[in-house]
């Protein structure tokens, strides 16, 4: 079975960083993504690991740790535009997704 | 940019009728799938196809659903009688090969009175 698990929520402010973790037990891996979820949306593909460690792609990055089944998504300098649902989805050969975290940047 | 498009946007249908949910992956995509999303739940998957055939399937996608490439650019999933848990959005997603990410289409929000 898949059990992918993120927090429900976060909230930061404008200019801050914040760090969304998650938590995988997958009978698969072939690596993990992130996306990016506005209301009513499809998911956009943010970050992609599938080595331990850090992948930075401008003010995102995202880290694994393939033993401790372990991945966190980073954003820095949050922006007002990046409130949405951040979604930790683990690849085999199709994508388990994790509930979802949302984030809320307030000014 | 390539993108995935997805007909129609949005449907309304009685519970008890057919429907089919229409797709264009990018086209020089292998792999294409089925996700619904029940709002405010999670993204699930349904099925995937690959090489002319499914190449795996969730216990949602049962004897009601199916899918079909009839032209070798669309791709569409039919719900054959429709109840009113199937309302959801239901995206469709498409990816070169099966470790590069999937590019999602703008779904359709299915709505089954």
């Known amino acids: 079975g898949q059990n992918i698990d993120q927090p429900t929520e976060m909230t930061a402010t404008e200019g801050a960083i914040v760090q969304i973790n998650c938590t995988y037990q997958?009978?698969?891996?072939?690596?993990l993504f992130w996306y990016q979820q506005h209301a009513g949306e499809a998911p956009t593909f943010l970050s992609y690991?599938?080595?331990?460690g850090l992948e930075e792609k401008g003010r995102f990055s995202s880290f694994l740790s393939r033993s401790k089944g372990y991945s966190y998504l980073l954003l820095k300098e949050l922006q007002m535009k990046d409130s949405a649902s951040y979604l930790c989805?683990?690849?085999?050969?199709?994508?388990?997704f994790g509930a979802g975290t949302t984030v809320t940047v307030r000014a | 940019e390539p993108e995935v498009t997805q007909t129609p946007s949005h449907q309304v249908t009685q519970m008890g009728q057919e429907v089919i949910l229409r797709c264009v992956p990018i086209?020089?995509?292998?792999?294409f799938y089925w996700y619904r999303q029940i709002l405010g739940q999670k993204v699930e998957f349904l099925v995937s196809f690959y090489n002319n055939e499914i190449s795996e399937k969730s216990e949602i996608f049962d004897d009601q659903f199916s899918v079909e490439r009839p032209d070798g650019s669309n791709f569409t999933l039919k719900i054959r009688s429709t109840k009113l848990e199937d309302s959801a959005m239901y995206f469709c997603a498409s990816r070169q090969g099966g470790s590069t990410e999937a590019f999602f289409g703008q779904g359709t929000r299915l709505t089954v009175v």
């Open positions: 690991n599938v080595l331990d």
């Open positions: 086209s020089n995509h292998l792999y």
């Open positions: 997958t009978s698969g891996f072939n690596g």
């Open positions: 989805a683990v690849n085999d050969y199709k994508l388990s």
